[in-house]
């Protein structure tokens, strides 16, 4: 018997010939609006047909399966039998046929007549399909004989997924020759994982359409717990056949959960053997047997030996499963050294369930290394474990131990000779990390775990020199990850091979292969630090008033969250560091030798913006105001004039703009209000009255006095409904008048009446776009810097505001953003311009301006360093390619696109820049001038990168092609050599030593080999495993796996590199923060030194060609840092 699917050519056209000769036409009719859904099943002389019925307007039954019956009688006519088994057409004429309604009763389902006279049938619900009875069970029918062979099930899927046909088998059985039990009633099933026979399963109980909907939702239910590294995505049965639907899960079976597509025939479901071939299972019997007659009836803890010396492949095998963890109660993997000869080592597993003795577990490790008589079990610590209790619980976490034998010539009991030389260590030698380590917190994470003071000096001791500490490894198995013990150390520590790294990012986990060569690793911090050396840039394009010039002539200003004060005649800078985001405003005492700024909330609380008070002079904090009270950020601050600045005024970001006031010496708030609902662009207090402050923003322009009971009073000068003017700054005269520029470039003069109202005075058109900034000067000249028309004009207040001189910047240099003397108190006109593109410029009315600072104007995201010289090269949204040198621009190139990479050629004669627009730019190392340009491809080329020999250069791009250049030793000609194809955007490029493969990651923290023997992608990572790379630019491999911590709301790592000498990496992530790892960082609790300089990405960090400097760029903060390395 074979099933056939309805066709509708040939089949139909054999149904309608056999209902039309035997009175059964309407059925060859109603079948073929169903032709697609139909099946037939040949039992000769029988023929069954089902059919679905979808509801209509005129039928109410909903959707439901229906089976009809064309079988010859007694005479040889054919009846046609419907779902009830009854004729359709002739009462008289019927068959005894099992029908569909002889179903459990579904619950909460819907009680329907199918047919007048017909018994009752449930509606079956719509989440479930019509189809699944008969694909869990089987077609009901007249019995068949147990020789006929029962066929299997086929599944044909069209392109439109509600279009199935399922063929049905006949089973053989007659118990199975009946419809199929509820649906829709819990089943209980067990899943294996692809390829391990000896996974124990994972047993699963679901309600279908309830619990589970589909296949999909199945497996992701399953995934966490089965343990794949990818999640379970394909289901099988036992034979290796593929279910693709809920309905197919059969109650009590078990399946197999892939990953992918290729199905491993393994006899899943094994237990594990014996840890000793020589192993009983531990029953009363078998032991009797062990222990022989005469011990037949002694309770000693007797057994079969409880270690088993293993091969790297059975130790890989025993890592995927649970019984390898530390401290299982199944079995547990370890190292056995020999304290006598390191050279001696073995891996073993041992029995936790062993009914032994410990001495007899060290015994038979004994025997492993030949030794006899008298033997201990020391820990990396020189701590002996006594029992199988201290094994289990005190030393659960420890991978590595030595084996000693007890003697005269014996090492002594507290001392545990160094795996890497010949010398004995004390055991407090080996015992956490430095001192510095775990006294200060390991890099700020880690506190002290020993909690002794008077340990602390033997653990700094062993700092000086090199001692025998061997950390304990994290096991990466297909699992999750296994928490790793919090101990400490300063120590090498040596991995082996065949553990391979399990990265979780975003949800999503990386599998990362180790090298087969032992690695050296040391989870405490580095004894380098970062000390911020050099700011360059400045912040003028989203900022105001953000520029001011001390007592010492030394200039003022911010950038990101570093305020810098900078020597200009001796280049030196010095900086505040204490804020942790980007500084918004900041104000200077009147005595000019203290500052107040003001910080952004961080990113996931909002109540974290204040106000720093601290000296200019010393760089010390002196207090600290609004910390939990102010939100989203700070928009303005002032200090109070009259009184000796005892008044500190701040308005912070939030909804209501709330305006407070402090006397900040004592750090006590007199005054606080609500100010407007707008956008709030500055704040000052009046320079006659201390109660008198002024705010000013989009649409408004207020008064606040404050009265004697601390209630202040509000009074508007211009109409915040019908006015639409921004006002975009204001100063004072000396004689108390207020003057006010809008975004429309009017200058407006406020003054007072002898009722003391405010009325205007005077009004003009000064610019031709917004006025930035207005600044007093000592002689009563005011100045007024534009925005886009770049003028600088100067007015004369007593004067009635003529017109004195004006003058106007460079178009490179842009609109003026802040003004401000250069020798406050002088009359020599002299002044500083910030402007906003990022620049400070000095000069005066009546000469040029020079450059001062400049820094990129918009988002950085090239940075690359010369190995040639030490000079730096930059590249971003502003269409900028800089070359520095040291502390100056050395010379700058306008592209004709947005520049996102740059690379420079190891010789240092071209350096090459990628655009937005898929061009590759080469200029002339020393010059700048343009050499060529060539056109890669019509996406963003995201990273640049050169091999060592300076003779091809690889360029990644964001549609996630590698493409291949060839060039000459100096850099001038440039050819194609090759294209490897990608899917997904690139962020780094790495070279190999060999100059055979590179090594790339994308946006998406996916890792790929390419191979440029063939120019195709590695198809097995593990080939390149033992490569060695050129850098380590790439923020993802195993040499680098531990800087991500696997957290759901942990930041993503952005960029990263090591350093030419290979013995520290930096780091910079999401969040803004830079780390900085002794290398290679295979643990996520190694150690690490933070810094806070940026607000979001830290686009980009790399290091120096000599290691003395740390380079560092922020995107939106366009800034770029040079850090010290000591």
Known sequence: MTPTRLNKSKEEERIDSVCSSHRASALGKSLRPFHRMAMIVKRPPSLYIVVQRNSTEDDDQGREAVLFTIQPNENGEYVVSGPQGNDLYDKDRQMSLPPLSSHPPIPNGDVHQTKQGATPRRRRPRAQSILSSYINGHLAGPPMSHSRRSSAVGITKSKDDSRIHYELPIEVNEERARLPADPWRAR?????????????????????????????????????????????????????????????????????????????????????????????????????????????????????PVVREVTKKTSADSNKSNNSKPGSRDGRTIRILNNSDHSQERTVLVNMKTVNLWEEVVKDVGKMFKLTGPLRLLSVLGEEVKSFSQFKNDFADYDVFYVEQLDDASTPNNMVKSPRSNKSTPPSASAGGSGEGLENGLGGRRKSLNGVDDRRSSISERRSRSSSRRPTLRRYTSEPTLKETPEESDEYEEVTD???????????????????????????????????????????????????????????????????????????????????????????????????????????????????????????????????????????????????????????????????????????????????????????????????????????????????????????????????????????????????????????????????????????????????????????????????????????????????????????????????????????????????????????????????????????????????????????????????????L????????????????????????????????????????????????????????????????????????????????????????????????????????????????????????????????????????????STQTCPLSYMVHGVWSGARDAPLQVTLDRSPRGDVVAAGDTDGYIRLYRYPVLSTRAGYHEYKVYTSYVSSVRFSYTDNYLYSIGDTDAALMRWRVT
């Open 188 to 304: 209980k099933v067990r899943f294996y994982r692809n390829g391990d026979r000896y996974y124990h399963g994972y047993e699963f109980v679901f309600k279908p359409g309830r619990d589970v909907v589909n296949m999909e939702a199945l497996c992701d239910k399953i995934s966490d717990r089965i343990g794949l590294i990818k999640g379970a995505r394909y289901i099988f049965g036992l034979d290796g056949r593929r279910k693709y639907r809920i309905e197919e899960l059969e109650d009590g079976q078990a399946y197999v959960a892939s990953s992918d597509r290729k199905f491993v025939n393994l006899g899943y479901g094994r237990q594990r053997p014996d840890w000793n071939q020589n192993a009983l299972a531990g029953t009363p019997n078998a032991l009797a047997e062990r222990q022989g007659p005469g011990r037949r009836g002694d309770n000693s803890r007797t057994g079969s």
């Open 498 to 888: 065949r553990r391979s790294a399990v990265v979780t990012i975003r949800g999503q986990r990386r599998m990362l292969h180790a090298p087969k060569m032992p690695l050296r690793h040391n989870p405490a911090p580095p004894h380098q630090t970062l000390t911020l050396d050099w700011v360059y840039g400045y912040r003028g394009s989203d900022s105001r008033k953000n520029l001011w010039v001390l007592p010492s002539g030394e200039l003022l200003y911010y950038v990101a969250a570093v305020a810098v004060i900078m020597d200009a005649t001796d280049e030196v800078q010095r900086h505040y560091t204490e804020h942790t985001e980007d500084i918004q405003c900041m104000a200077l005492h009147p005595t000019r030798d203290l500052v107040a700024s003001g910080q952004r909330a961080s990113r996931g609380n909002k109540y974290s913006a204040h106000v720093r008070v601290w000296s200019a002079r010393t760089l010390a904090t002196l207090h600290v105001l609004g910390r939990k009270e102010l939100g989203a950020g700070i928009l303005a601050v002032d200090f109070s004039r009259r009184n000796k600045g005892t008044y500190l005024l701040a308005v912070d970001a939030d909804r209501e703009h709330l305006l407070s006031v402090w006397t900040w010496d004592n750090e006590l708030i007199f005054g606080r209000v609500a100010t407007h609902q707008d956008h709030v662009l500055g704040a000052a207090f009046h320079p006659l009255d201390n109660n008198l402050i002024v705010t000013h923003g989009r649409g408004l322009l207020s008064l606040w006095a404050r009265r004697k009971d601390g209630i202040f009073t509000r009074t508007d000068l211009i109409e915040q409904e019908t006015s639409g003017r921004t006002i975009t700054s204001l100063e004072f005269t000396p004689g108390g008048d207020l003057i006010t520029g809008d975004h429309e470039g009017m200058i407006t003069v406020w003054s007072i009446d002898p009722d003391g109202d405010y009325y205007v005075k005077r009004e003009f058109q000064a610019h031709t776009t917004a006025v930035n900034c207005l600044q007093l000067l000592s002689e009563g000249t005011v100045l007024s810097g534009g925005d886009k028309d770049r003028r600088i004009i100067a007015w004369d207040c007593e004067e009635e505001f003529e017109k004195i001189t004006e003058t106007k910047l460079p178009e490179q240099a842009g609109g003026v953003r802040s003004l401000y003397p250069q020798r406050p108190g002088h009359n020599d006109g002299n002044i500083y311009v910030g402007t906003t593109r990022n620049m400070i410029l000095e000069g005066s009315l009546q000469r040029r301006f020079n450059q001062v600072i400049f820094g990129h104007s918009k988002q950085l995201w090239g940075l690359a360093v010369n190995k040639a010289d030490g000079t730096l090269a930059t590249a971003g949204y502003d269409k900028h390619i800089v070359k520095w040198h040291e502390n100056q």
């Open 890 to 1029: 050395e010379w700058r190139i306008q592209a004709q696109s947005e520049c996102v990479s740059v690379a420079v050629h190891p010789m240092g004669t071209r350096i090459a820049a990628g655009t937005i627009d898929g061009h590759l730019i080469v200029l002339n190392g020393q010059s700048g001038q343009h050499v060529t340009t060539v056109r890669v491809c019509g996406s963003p080329l995201s990273c640049l990168s050169y091999n060592p020999a300076g003779d091809t250069l690889a360029v990644g791009s964001q549609n996630g092609s590698i493409y291949l250049y060839k060039s000459t030793k100096d850099g001038y000609l440039y050819t194609r050599n090759g294209r490897m194809t990608g899917s997904l955007p690139l962020s780094g490029i790495d070279w190999s030593t060999s100059g055979r493969y590179l090594q790339t990651v994308t946006s998406d923290y996916d890792v790929a080999y390419w191979s440029l023997s063939d120019l195709s992608r590695v198809k097995n990572d593990e080939d390149v495993r033992n490569e060695i790379w």
